[in-house]
């Protein structure tokens, strides 16, 4: 799907969508609820992936994030409704099509979002993607609204699934994700495409797409089209997808269907950091418009389930693998927050290197990493610029307690390099962790290094990790250093 470039243009696939900076919405928008029947509780604690009914992965439900769709109204601890008390994260839809709160439908143990033809509904007067206006295309009066909703929580890697079934219409049915300079489309689905060939009506798309800046479409990297021996819109039917740190499964009522890895996909592989999850209708025009005839049509999801397998590392894994910025997600995303932007807030903030230490430092993406993308990089071509030089994360990006634990980082040291040691720090209570010696590094390839530790005090809120080297440790001259995959865990002697 969908999201775009740093001039706040927002995409999905090959179309680039215009950010919107939205204002007020809506005065005409309704409940975003309707009366359920109350099904009986579904217990999802006990159930597993169905691609692994045994769970012999280990998998463990993110009750945060998975919803039964249970009640009579969506959850909205779990979800951001697109339209709801007139705020829009993104994006308001794609033109011209516009989401409305109440087509986000909750009943029969559904979420149901519809599409419908409402010509009294009061559309946006904001260009939408690519020039386009809401209700009208080429002319024609098309006063189509739908809806979406947002996870308010992401995460990093684990076994997403929905039990789904898109409307008989030529509207969208989306299973998405977003995240820091990246998307996964788990599919695209169309009940009764009226025209073009990308997706039928007996079919599922899936895709992955780089939002890293400049954001110039094409952004799809990779991805797979399946024809299917059923039309979407007749049943439901359960899809699922494995996100692994270094490879994608994708499956279809618990059959592997597709799989890659990012050493198949090399630099197109870029499914590094956390990831939001979106449900939604849309109208591409490629495909047609819908009539008026064949709406209203409810997309329709009995479940969304999300699984995670346990973590030994008590740190951030993406973001202290310099993958992306840190996230604090107990404060709400900023609506204007897209995949590209790397602009420090409430919700994300990332490394902290000042003018002195960017001479020196800088976070890289393809050259030397020890996994993901990125890496740390340390560079010096005669003195350093200043007796210290230094990364620092933000505040509130450590938080272990007293006790004692296992410090590790990947390093790679080049052959030529000179510098005898560098320093790790947390800040708040300030405390020094051992030195890295770097003189006892094998050249030219990655070593992990480990040192112990122990910490009589917890971290306050404000605490966060220093990496920083001096002049005193590093002798005039040439140095190339890269670090990554820092971690910390409990000791094993103190479990």
Request: net charge negative; charged share 25%; hydrophobic share 35%.
């Amino acid at each position: 799907m969908r999201i775009a470039s740093q001039n706040f243009s927002v995409a999905r696939n090959l179309l680039g969508i215009s950010l919107l900076l939205f204002a007020s919405a809506n005065t005409q928008a309704q409940d975003n609820h309707l009366t359920s029947k109350a099904p009986a509780p579904k217990h999802p604690g006990t159930v597993s992936p169905a691609s692994d009914p045994s769970n012999s992965g280990n998998w463990s439900l993110r009750e945060d994030i998975s919803d039964e769709f249970e009640g009579d109204e969506i959850d909205q601890s779990k979800w951001f409704v697109e339209g709801n008390n007139g705020d829009y994260y993104i994006w308001k839809g794609r033109a011209p099509s516009q989401f409305a709160p109440h087509n986000v439908i909750v009943e029969d143990g559904k979420l149901k979002i519809r599409s419908q033809w409402e010509p009294a509904f009061n559309f946006a007067k904001d260009e939408g993607h690519e020039g386009n206006t809401y209700r009208t295309h080429e002319g024609k009066d098309v006063p189509v609204t739908t809806g979406g909703v947002v996870s308010r929580k992401r995460f990093l890697n684990g076994y997403m699934e929905v039990k789904s079934k898109p409307g008989d219409s030529a509207m969208t049915a989306a299973f998405w994700a977003i995240g820091y300079e990246s998307e996964l489309d788990i599919y695209e689905q169309m009940g009764n495409p009226n025209a073009g060939n990308d997706i039928q009506e007996d079919s599922t798309k899936m895709s992955v797409h780089d939002w890293q800046p400049p954001a110039k479409r094409p952004t799809r990297k990779f991805g797979y089209k399946k024809k299917l021996p059923y039309r979407v819109a007749d049943d439901f039917h359960v899809f699922g997808c494995e996100w692994g740190e270094d490879y994608l499964k994708c499956f279809i009522d618990g059959e592997l269907v597709y799989e890659t890895t990012q050493e198949q996909e090399g630099k197109n592989w870029v499914l590094t950091n956390p990831l939001e999850i979106w449900l939604d209708s849309e109208i591409f025009v490629w495909l047609g418009l819908p009539t008026e005839d064949e709406l209203p049509t409810d997309f329709e999801i009995e479940y969304l389930r999300v699984w995670q397998q346990s973590q030994s590392n008590l740190l951030d894994r993406a973001f202290f693998g310099f993958e992306g910025p840190f996230l604090f997600q107990e404060n709400p995303r900023p609506l204007d927050l897209v995949p590209e932007s790397s602009v420090n807030n409430d919700y994300q903030q990332f490394w902290r290197i000042n003018d002195a230490s960017a001479k020196h430092f800088s976070i890289v993406r393809h050259k030397e990493f020890a996994s993901g993308t990125r890496s740390l990089m340390l560079t010096t071509e005669d003195e350093l610029s200043a007796n210290d030089v230094f990364v620092e994360g933000p505040e509130g990006s450590v938080d272990i307690a007293a006790g004692t634990y296992d410090f590790t980082v990947k390093v790679w040291v080049d052959s030529n390099s000179t510098a005898e040691k560098i320093q790790f720090s947390l800040a708040d209570p300030t405390f020094e962790l051992p030195a890295i010696d770097l003189t006892s590094c094998e050249k030219g390839e990655w070593v992990t290094v480990t040192q112990s530790f122990t910490k009589e005090q917890s971290s306050t809120d404000s605490d966060r990790l220093k990496i920083s080297i001096d002049r005193v440790n590093t002798p005039s001259g040439k140095n190339l250093i890269y670090l990554d995959e820092i971690a910390i865990q409990r000791s094993e002697a103190s479990k």
